[in-house]
């Protein structure tokens, strides 16, 4: 018996990274996973790779900023497994500016993944569960939502919005029985942020040490994003909504 025997649920960005881990681990908990990411070959091994392990996932090839995307992922969603009960709005992109280096379209960019993506998953996703009698989404949130690093202006005002959407969709939603939570997922250190720290002349001695001097002394794993979002998407956690989960070992702030 798994924690999400009979939940069908779609991870955005679900391909690679954190998002990789949360949709293996719902996975094996029971959960039908739909992969919506836009990365073909990487969508298709990651469903391949849960099958293999016994779970059941599906790859649809989704860009989060395409509303037209959105929708059809939901479609097939429901097409393939007759209903849809939870979302991880996982996808993002956290590319380094100031406020005075951010172009409009930057602005736009980071905006349409990081915000607008939610905002479609969610719209297109509540009917569905609204007919399936509830559901749980998870937004995947970060520790710059609340005041952010300079160098992540833009990144960090649409993740702070992913706060604001959380609080008003769990109220609007609760009537329906969706319920909607926020996740920091703490510094996990994927592949992309390699590449970032690389670019910031960071190399894997100073990623290391890093992660020791942290409070809880290390770097988070997807795992650990993974086991809080089974809570939020079980049954476990009926009566939790609206909540910001940290999972970034840094204790009170
Ligand atoms: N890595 C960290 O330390 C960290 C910390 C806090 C928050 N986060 C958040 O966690 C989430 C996952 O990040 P990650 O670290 O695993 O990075 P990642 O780059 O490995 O994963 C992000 C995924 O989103 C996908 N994606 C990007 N744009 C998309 C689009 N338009 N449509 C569909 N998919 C798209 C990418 O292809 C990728 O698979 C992001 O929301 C990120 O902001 C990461």
């Not at 849960?50 to 959105?70: M, N, P, W, Y």
């Not at 497994?81 to 409009?104: D, M, Q, W």
């Not at 607008?116 to 719209?123: A, L, S, T, V, Y």
Request: proline share 3%.
């Amino acid at each position: 018996m798994g924690r999400l025997d009979g939940k069908v649920i779609i991870v955005t960005g679900g391909a690679t990274g954190i998002g990789l881990g949360i949709s293996s681990r719902l996975a094996r908990e029971g959960a039908s996973v739909v992969i919506a990411a836009r990365n073909a070959a990487r969508g298709t091994a990651a469903a391949a790779g849960i099958s293999e392990a016994g779970g059941e996932a599906l790859f649809v090839a989704t860009d989060v900023a395409k509303e037209t995307d959105c929708e059809a992922v939901v479609a097939a969603t429901v097409e393939r497994y007759g209903k849809l009960t939870g979302l991880v709005n996982n996808a993002g992109i956290f590319p380094r500016s100031t406020l005075e280096a951010t172009t409009e379209e930057l602005w736009d960019q980071i905006h349409a993944v990081n915000l607008k993506g939610p905002f479609f998953m969610c719209k297109h996703s509540v009917p569905h569960m609204r007919a399936s009698g509830g559901g749980s989404i998870v937004n995947i949130g970060s520790a710059n939502s609340y005041i952010g690093l300079p160098h992540l202006f833009a990144y960090s005002v649409a993740k702070g919005g992913l706060v604001t959407l959380t609080r008003n969709l769990s109220n609007a939603l609760a009537q329906d029985r969706i319920r909607v939570n926020f996740l920091n997922p703490g510094w996990v250190i994927t592949d992309m942020e390699i590449e970032i720290q690389a670019l910031e002349g960071h190399d894997a001695e100073w990623i290391e040490n890093a992660g020791r001097n942290l409070p809880l002394g290390r770097h988070q794993v997807p795992d650990d994003a993974a086991w809080a979002c089974v809570f939020l998407l079980s049954d476990e956690s009926s009566q939790t909504s609206g909540d910001l989960l940290n999972v970034d070992g840094r204790g009170p702030r």
